[in-house]
């Protein structure tokens, strides 16, 4: 078996919980500043915001308001629309970046990779051909070709449109 060694992972994990007093979810729920916090979408039940600490262009999580920790404690209607945030979130990527492919999918518990471990949310990462390189095996670096902050203004118009389908 082989194993690809990312250590600049471990270092977000450790820190998680240095982002912000308290749950970083929560936090910028609370606030009014969406484009500073990258959240994209405002739902009834879950948003959508840009990951800053992203794997790939357009990297995505998709959130539920509710400070929870497993999936089973998700109701029918976050369960819903958590579903329907994902969807729109590929739709969003694929309309703005065009990738060929997508990982969704969480990290429950620190265990697991969960840099935020107590509050459940799926990434949505979009995928490319070609996307892995040498450079985080070699340099613990990721290469990231566009801002945040690009991103942030190319997603956010295809979120504005998502109550009107």
């Not at 892995?132 to 979120?159: G, W």
Request: proline fraction near 4%; aromatic fraction near 10%; charge should be negative.
């Amino acid at each position: 078996m082989e194993r690809l060694w990312a250590p600049w992972r471990m270092a977000y994990i450790k820190s998680a919980s240095e982002l912000c007093d308290g749950c970083l979810f929560c936090r910028i729920t609370a606030e009014t500043t969406d484009e500073a916090n990258l959240i994209l979408y405002r739902g009834k039940l879950a948003f959508v915001m840009l990951n800053k600490f992203p794997y790939t262009n357009g990297h995505m999580m998709v959130v539920p308001y509710r400070h929870i920790a497993a999936m089973n404690l998700l109701s029918t209607d976050e369960h819903i629309e958590l579903g329907h945030l994902l969807a729109a979130a590929c739709d969003a990527l694929s309309n703005t970046a065009k990738p060929q492919g997508f990982n969704i999918g969480m990290n429950i518990g620190r265990i697991a990779g969960a840099g935020i471990a107590d509050h459940l949310h799926y990434h949505v990462v979009p995928r490319w051909a070609g996307d892995t390189n040498f450079m985080p095996v070699l340099s613990s670096t990721r290469v990231i070709s566009d801002s945040l902050e690009a991103a942030y203004h190319d997603l956010k118009p295809q979120f504005e449109q998502i109550d009107h389908k």
